[in-house]
């Protein structure tokens, strides 16, 4: 599970996003114009998308798992460069890279530095679908949607006056700016798109996709399969790309705007060569366990030790005991992450933890446990678009008062595996929140599941 490190995940909630002006095909009797959309607000040059981006592409290359299968990696770069040769605007140094990630996922960072999973590469029938997606990405370089986004975060923080203090938009100072939303690492304004991004995106990647050969429909195929798919396995693409609505029928209502070829490029054998390379690569590689602090959490951690030691929080609200072999990663006088060494680790903004436990007391604006509860709820779920309550929110009893329990389950985004956390809350005897959230993969439950009751017993909350 995921847990935002102070501030990204209050920011992100409260950006309200704005249209975008303008009506996205304009009627003219029958003919209709092509889908032409300039960059919106923005507090950053073009050169500081390139600054901002290759910022964060230093840092992913140092904790993501960078595919080195050659022939793959150069296949996606031809076909990337041949369809980025089509994009409006600033001509960005556009650069592929492809993760080694089953998840069906892509992703842009301003400025041109442009990944694909392996995983998308596995899910995509053609070359034509392929393609959508890497246009798709391009079109969010080209509109330069992530440091509009960051832009609007910031604004929505520091307020409107910020403006006439920053001058003109050469002389912004990127270190305040991100320092204010959360750092360089603020990765989550740059790659969650809002969905007007995403309808800008699709209908310009279409465009770029007839220029380069490509029929647009074919993207729109490729998000049909994801869709299709949403409901048992949700796949990334759409945690990042949220749909906008009837986003197939969008790209095909734009269709007769633009020229695509009679004879478009489809099926190709380069691409049946590299999905069969990539078939062919063992599923640990393409299940990589992603990169935390550099190291990877490629082996399980080792099983929670049989001997318990207390651990009480700095501020008295609660003690507990845990297995001693587990760490504590506080973040506070009163919240603490305890987990096995090899199962946290620290991703941009976020704190990854694949077993262990959350726990902690908060103040939460809320009149009843169950109110808060529900809050707290779906603030995890926020925090983790994959994952779903499995089990509705019940009425427990632990540390010697009523509390509820939910369970939540989805995919990791760490490791890929499904996993199943435990939320439980209560009040503290000074009316705080208290939360206990217990994290394990679905596959490794039973090994955990006396472990996590054996904490629940112990609780002493004050
Ligand atoms: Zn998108």
Not at 386 to 401: A, E, Y
């Amino acid at each position: 599970m995921n847990r935002k490190i102070a501030g990204i995940a209050l920011i992100i909630s409260t950006i309200v996003f704005q249209l975008a002006c303008g009506s996205l095909i304009r009627r003219e009797g029958e003919t209709k114009t092509a889908p032409h959309f300039k960059p919106g607000f923005n507090l950053f040059s073009p050169e500081q998308d390139v600054e901002i981006g290759r910022d964060s592409a230093q840092k992913i290359s140092k904790k993501a798992p960078l595919l080195r299968d050659e022939a793959t990696v150069a296949y996606v770069r031809q076909l990337g460069a041949r369809l980025a040769a089509k994009a409006s605007g600033y001509k960005f140094p556009y650069k592929f890279e492809v993760l080694a990630i089953k998840e069906i996922n892509a992703f842009a960072l301003p400025g041109g530095f442009i990944y694909i999973n392996a995983g998308a590469i596995a899910a995509a029938k053609n070359e034509g679908e392929l393609a959508g997606v890497i246009a798709h990405e391009i079109s969010h370089v080209a509109l330069r949607h992530g440091t509009n986004q960051a832009s609007k975060a910031y604004i929505a923080q520091a307020g409107l006056d910020i403006l006439s203090a920053l001058g003109g938009g050469d002389s912004t100072d990127i270190g305040q700016i991100m320092g204010a939303i959360g750092g360089m690492g603020a990765n989550v304004v740059f790659l969650k798109m809002s969905r007007t991004a995403e309808t800008e995106s699709d209908l310009e990647g279409a465009r770029i996709m007839a220029e380069a050969g490509y029929d647009p429909r074919d993207m729109a195929n490729f998000f049909k399969t994801l869709e299709a798919d949403e409901r048992k396995n949700p796949p990334e693409f759409l945690s990042d790309h949220p749909n906008p609505g009837n986003r197939v029928e969008a790209i095909k209502e734009v269709l007769p705007a633009l020229s695509v070829s009679a004879k478009p490029i489809r099926e190709t054998e380069e691409f049946n060569r590299v999905k069969s390379r990539l078939a062919g690569l063992s599923s640990s590689k393409t299940m990589a366990r992603v990169a935390s602090d550099g190291s990877r959490v490629s082996s399980r951690p080792d099983l929670p030790s049989e001997t318990f030691a207390e651990y009480a929080a700095k501020d008295g609200s609660f003690s507990i005991e845990r297995p001693d072999n587990w760490d504590a990663l506080e973040a506070d006088s009163s919240n603490v992450i305890l987990a096995p060494r090899g199962a946290y680790g620290r991703m941009n903004d976020s704190v990854m933890v694949t077993h262990g436990i959350f726990i902690g007391a908060i103040y939460v604006n809320a009149d009843t446990l169950e109110e808060a509860n529900r809050m707290f709820v779906e603030q995890q779920l926020k925090a983790n678009p994959d994952f779903r309550v499995t089990r509705l929110s019940q009425p427990v009893k632990f540390g010697d008062r009523e509390g509820f329990a939910t369970i939540v389950s989805g995919s990791s985004t760490v490791t890929g595996v499904t996993e199943i956390d435990t939320i439980y809350t209560a009040v503290t005897n000074d009316g705080r929140l208290f939360y206990l959230v217990t994290i394990a993969p679905e596959d490794e439950f039973s090994a955990y599941k006396p472990v996590f009751e054996r904490i629940i017993a112990a609780i002493r909350l004050s």
